[in-house]
């Protein structure tokens, strides 16, 4: 069975805190994605990678950086984190060619205080 | 910039009622996808439209994609509280030598015995 995993369910970070998300696929997927969803606004594409070492900007990449050092792990990273991150983040994995059909982890729901 | 727009946002019937979501765009797409999230998970992978004009069933679940692969549309017959859920239309783009999915904002429903 497919299967995607993050780091954690719920977190509550400081502002100012520097704070990691960790996502593992099993899948062997080539492409790997960060996501945020927030009430009425969709999902909202941060960054993604399709290959080991390889990142490419998402839609809102602003404040946020990226790791990929293994093929089955993608690594999100908010340098300093603020209140307007607050949001539910979805890691997701998909084969290399299209229509890069989604398999997604159950999410990180993280507070900034 | 909103690419794609999903009607209804909100949507609560009774156990045997029948609906239909609407998931609409002036942008083509290559093709059209369309999860289900429920609460605390994930998005899980409904079904893939490619064709303009296609009719895909699951089930009591129809997805039709619009001849000029511009729009789709998701109809439950005789819905049931467990179709309750989150339901996400996303559309795949060519896009720089390789692609991207746009999602809607979704669509809540709520099925109630």
């Known amino acids: 069975d497919v299967k995607v995993t993050q780091s954690s369910r719920y977190l509550v970070k400081r502002t100012g805190e520097k704070v990691f998300l960790e996502c593992v696929q099993d899948m062997d997927h080539e492409n790997m994605f960060w996501y945020r969803q927030d009430p009425g606004l969709g999902l909202r594409l941060i960054y993604f990678?399709?290959?080991?070492?390889?990142?490419e900007k998402g839609d809102i990449p602003e404040g946020y950086s990226v790791s990929r050092e293994k093929k089955e792990r993608f690594s999100l990273i908010l340098e300093s984190a603020s209140t307007n991150q607050t949001s539910m983040y979805l890691c997701?994995?998909?084969?290399?060619?299209?229509?890069?059909?989604?398999?997604f982890g159950p999410g990180t729901r993280l507070t900034v205080t | 910039t909103q690419l794609l727009e999903q009607s209804p946002q909100f949507l609560s019937i009774q156990e045997g009622e029948n609906l239909t979501v609407y998931c609409n765009s002036s942008s083509v797409f290559s093709s059209l996808q369309w999860y289900r999230q429920e609460p605390g998970e994930g998005p899980v992978l409904l079904v893939t439209v490619v064709t303009g004009g296609e009719v895909k069933k699951l089930k009591r679940l129809t997805f039709q994609f619009g001849d000029a692969r511009k729009d789709s549309s998701l109809h439950i017959t005789a819905a049931q509280p467990g179709d309750t859920g989150l339901y996400l239309c996303a559309g795949f783009m060519i896009y720089n030598q390789g692609g991207k999915l746009i999602f809607g904002q979704g669509t809540e429903l709520s099925v109630k015995p």
């Open positions: 997701a994995s998909s084969l290399g060619g299209p229509p890069y059909e989604q398999y």
């Open positions: 990678s399709y290959d080991v070492k390889m990142k």
